[in-house]
């Protein structure tokens, strides 16, 4: 008897100890990744500042190389946050992020290109290609806006067709509340419903979560992604 409640004991204690480690591992894990993210972000602000401070100090190549590559990220991130922020409410913006993902990858290789034209000493070749990079990023930044500025007017639209319901409905609520002719008792009795003999709720619906960016721009508050 005593040999079975020491195996019990041991068994629990394993378990424990399991447990333990398992709970240690994902919160190391965890912290990590918020560490990792906190790098991410401050890299890439510092960056940014970086090259706002040659688009407007310096001119010639290197200005224009920095002003290519600021318009380029400002473009995608702001089109990231719309579509990645507007798909918690409306399912149909997931194609759109489809979209920008694909458009995203050609971004950051342009990006990639032009921040390794800055370390590039000849200047007149790169004066040379300035017009073809101009041309990417304007195709690229363009594509961007399109797709933002066409969530944002479909958020609005949805936004005024909603509010134009909801004032009718106020309209007609306002005239019933007006209706001197009627007392509140049978306001009552006529407003009250009657269940059905068979009422069997219905399942809550499923929501899915919102896709994770994978092409970041920036941190968002989606779970994070690897750039």
């Known amino acids: 008897m005593e040999a079975a409640f020491i195996i019990v004991a041991l068994v629990l204690l394993f378990a424990f100890l399991g447990l333990g480690v398992y709970v240690t591992t994902k919160v190391v ?5 918020g560490v990792d993210r906190t790098i991410t972000q401050a890299r890439r602000t510092v960056e940014d500042t970086t090259l706002k401070a ?13 002003t290519l590559r600021l318009d380029l990220r400002n473009s995608m991130r702001a089109t ?17 992020i489809g979209l920008f993902e694909r458009l995203s990858a050609h971004g950051h290789e342009l ?6 034209l800055e370390a590039e000493p000849d200047r007149q070749r790169i004066a040379a290609v300035l017009p073809d990079l101009r041309e990417r990023t304007a ?20 936004a005024e067709d909603d509010l134009s319901h909801l004032a009718a409905q ?3 609520e306002s005239g019933a509340l007006r209706d001197w002719s009627r007392t ?19 399942p809550a619906a499923l929501t899915e979560p919102a896709p994770t960016p994978q092409y970041p721009w920036q941190k968002t508050r989606r779970p994070e992604a690897t750039t």
Do not use: C, H, M
């Open 139 to 158: 195709q690229i930044t363009q594509a961007s806006d399109s797709l933002r500025w066409a969530a944002r007017d479909r958020a609005r639209r949805f």
């Open 29 to 33: 894990k965890a912290t990590a990744r």
């Open 54 to 66: 040659r688009s407007f100090g310096q001119v010639g190549v290197p200005g224009a190389l920095a």
């Open 111 to 116: 990006d990639d290109e032009l921040k390794r």
């Open 184 to 202: 509140p008792a049978e306001d009552f009795l006529q407003s009250t419903p009657t269940p059905p003999a068979w009422n069997t709720p219905e």
């Open 80 to 96: 990231q946050q719309a579509l990645y922020q507007g798909v918690q409410t409306d399912a149909s913006l997931k194609e759109s």
């Open 170 to 172: 106020i309209d007609v």
